[in-house]
Structure formats: C-alpha cells, structure tokens
C-alpha cells in the first residue's frame, strides 16, 4: 500500500474515530483534537503500519494511547506545584511518584530554602511538617507555644521568598 492509499483509508477511518474519541473526552471539540492528533501520528508513522494488519485497530491503538499520554501530561502539570498554603503529605507523595524527575529539582530547592532558614526557624518549621503539633514542640523546645507559632509562620514567609518561583498565593 502507497502512502496515497493509506492517507485515504485514514481519512475513511476518521468519522469511526469521531465517536470513539467522544467516549474518551465527552465533549465534541476535544474529541476533535483527539481524532485530530490520532490522524496526524498515523500519517507520521506511516512506515511502522505493517500491510495485513487491521488499520481500524491500530488507529483505534493511536487514539487510546494519544488520550491517555494527554491525560497523564494535564495531570502532572496540574500537580507538580501546588497552590495551597501547606504542602499535604498526599501532594508530596503524588509529585515524587508521578514526576520523580522534576521532583528532584524541586526537592533540591527546597533543601536550598530550609538551609538557608536559621536554627531558631528552621528546627520548628520542620518539626511541624513532620506532623508534631505546636505544644509538642513548645514542650521539645522548652519555648512558649506562641513563639513556637511566630516561628513556624516566618519560616513559612522565608520559605515562600525562597521558592517564589513555584508561584505560592
């Protein structure tokens, strides 16, 4: 089969893949961009469809694979930095597992920041985010809770400086 021929099968294809698209993205302007996309790789990777082999399938193969490389991609953006004012332990450990390589440069900057936070902010802050609770470290620390809350909200100012580049509200 020449290229010609297979372009025109594609296009064939195209109005199956319109609905099959719909059921991954249940809205018709993305399942659009999906078939879009789909159409586009199979035309890409023309010289890796092999003639006897079912075109409907493999593009059917494209499509899945395409929705759900997106779907990865949207979600890793959407998680690698968080806009809430504390760090949740959940969030922590979706970055690292999902993005162990952007996490290992963010993990970097954030070491940066504590390093950079005195010993009198730096022991509270991380006793706090290690889930100790304020009386804890008063008692610990043998300082009052209220300068052991001071403590933990200027570090928290110092480390937001710090890592202003991750866009904290």
Do not use: C
């Not at 789909?38 to 409907?56: H, S």
């Amino acid at each position: 089969m020449n290229r010609m021929e297979f372009n025109n099968l594609v296009i064939q294809h195209s109005i199956s893949l319109k609905s099959y698209a719909r059921n991954f993205t249940k809205d018709q302007e993305d399942a659009n961009d999906l078939v879009q996309d789909t159409v586009v790789k199979a035309i890409t990777y023309f010289n890796n469809f092999r003639d006897g082999t079912n075109l409907k399938g493999w593009l059917y193969t494209i499509m899945k694979n395409t929705f759900i490389n997106n779907y990865r991609r949207l979600t890793k953006t959407n998680t690698f930095i968080t806009q809430e004012e504390e760090i949740s332990p959940s969030n922590l450990m979706v970055s690292a597992h999902l993005n162990a390589g952007e996490n290992k440069f963010v993990m970097e900057d954030i070491n940066t920041a504590l390093s950079t936070l005195a010993e009198e902010y730096y022991t509270p802050f991380t006793m706090y985010f290690e889930g100790y609770k304020y009386n804890e470290i008063a008692d610990h620390l043998q300082i009052p809770i209220g300068t052991v809350k001071t403590r933990i909200h200027v570090a928290r100012k110092m480390m937001k400086k710090s890592l202003a580049a991750y866009k904290f509200n």
